[in-house]
Structure formats: structure tokens, C-alpha cells
T-cell receptor, first 115, second 114 residues
């Protein structure tokens, strides 16, 4: 069965510094990987996805993520953090070769950008 | 294009009651999924509907049920409410049910069970 892990409950970054939010996954086949962001009292918003092709995926709000098959990781990155990036971030995975193809979400990582 | 809408936004119920939550997907989207979000468990998948058929179901008791109508609108029902059912219930829609489709989430319904 597929699974996804976000090893950090919270990440603190100073404004202007690069940020990384970590995500690792486990699937039996090839993964489809997603990042979503949740602002306070809002639903989740799609940021970016990896389906196939280039390992570096660019998404909304200047975010990007790198798919690393050997390390089964899909870390979210941004070169220069903004205070407005403070939110809850979720990594999600679908296993393309599983009969049970529902999407599985990580528990989320709360990102705090310090001014 | 209007986003995913969920009604009601907030709900307070007592133990033993039942509740029905509604979700209207983005126009043209045929897949609707439901999730339960709690601080301790994160985001947990409840079920997914596509063309009025349940495609997937998460590990929730039979008290949780859902359905989808011909216009793709969906409802979920929770019977015999328990305190542990207090959560934010999120609905998400997508164009199809293929693996690569991203989901668009509604603002959620905050359910409090007392």
C-alpha cells in the first residue's frame, strides 16, 4: 500500500532565506506526487505535481519540487521565503499501479516564515 | 469559474444525531472526494465518487456514507454522531478520475459534536 511521510511537523525559516519542506513516499509502482497548501480557515490549494518528465517541477507562488526516485523523495523548495508563505503544506501521492488508486496525504508540515 | 462550494460552513450537533453535508464541484468536474481533517490524524480519505458511483472508500465505519447526483453534486452523511467525529470535512473535485488529475478543494464544513 502506498504511504507518504512528512518528517517535520514544523519548519521555521527567516524571510528571504531558502526553504525546504520534506516529503518521502512509498509506492509499489510509479508515483504521481502532489503538493498542496492550506491557509488558515481555508481549503487546500494545489501548488504543483509530478507526473512524468523533468525531475524539477515548478508550481504556483514561486515554489518548486524535485522528484528523486532513488531517495523516494519529493521535497518542496523556494529560493527566497516570504512571510505570506506561512501556512500548512501537504504532500500527497497516488500509486499508478495500485488497484486502490486513492490519493494519500501526509500529515502536513506547518511552515513559519519569520520576519 | 466558481470554485468548489460546501454547505453549511459550520455545524454544531449533539451525540447520536445525524448530519448531511453538501458539496458542489467546479462546473465540468465529475469526480468528488471527501476528506476528514483533524489536528491529530491529518487529512484522511473518506470516499470518492465519479459519475454517481463510489470508486474508492477509506477506512471509516459504515456510519459514514455518501452519494453523488447526476449533476455531480455530492452529499455525505454521518449517522449516530460521536464526539470523535468533530472535524473539518473537506470536499474536493477534479476533472476526471485519472491518477494525474489535481484536486480542487472547497473551504470545508466545520462539524462540532457536543
Amino acid at each position: 500500500a502506498q504511504s507518504v511521510a512528512q518528517p517535520e511537523d514544523q519548519v521555521n525559516v527567516a524571510e528571504g532565506n531558502p526553504l525546504t519542506v520534506k516529503c518521502t513516499y512509498s509506492v509499489s509502482g510509479n508515483p504521481y506526487l502532489f503538493w498542496y497548501v492550506q491557509y488558515p480557515n481555508r481549503g487546500l490549494q494545489f501548488l504543483l505535481k509530478y507526473i512524468t518528465g523533468d525531475n524539477l517541477v515548478k508550481g504556483s507562488y514561486g515554489f518548486e519540487a524535485e522528484f528523486n526516485k532513488s531517495q523516494t523523495s519529493f521535497h518542496l523548495k523556494k529560493p527566497s521565503a516570504l512571510v505570506s508563505d506561512s501556512a500548512l503544506y501537504f504532500c500527497a501521492v497516488r500509486d499508478t499501479e495500485s488497484r486502490d488508486d486513492k490519493i494519500i496525504f501526509g500529515k502536513g508540515t506547518r511552515l513559519h516564515i519569520l520576519p | 469559474k466558481a470554485g468548489v462550494t460546501q454547505t453549511p460552513r459550520y455545524l454544531i450537533k449533539t451525540r447520536g444525531q445525524q448530519v448531511t453535508l453538501s458539496c458542489s464541484p467546479i462546473s465540468g468536474h465529475r469526480s468528488v472526494s471527501w476528506y476528514q481533517q483533524t489536528p491529530g490524524q491529518g487529512l484522511q480519505f473518506l470516499f470518492e465518487y465519479f459519475s454517481e458511483t463510489q470508486r474508492n472508500k477509506g477506512n471509516f465505519p459504515g456510519r459514514f456514507s455518501g452519494r453523488q447526483f447526476s449533476n455531480s453534486r455530492s452529499e455525505m452523511n454521518v449517522s449516530t454522531l460521536e464526539l470523535g467525529d468533530s472535524a473539518l470535512y473537506l470536499c474536493a473535485s477534479s476533472r476526471g478520475t485519472g491518477d494525474s488529475y489535481e484536486q480542487y478543494f472547497g473551504p470545508g464544513t466545520r462539524l462540532t459534536v457536543t
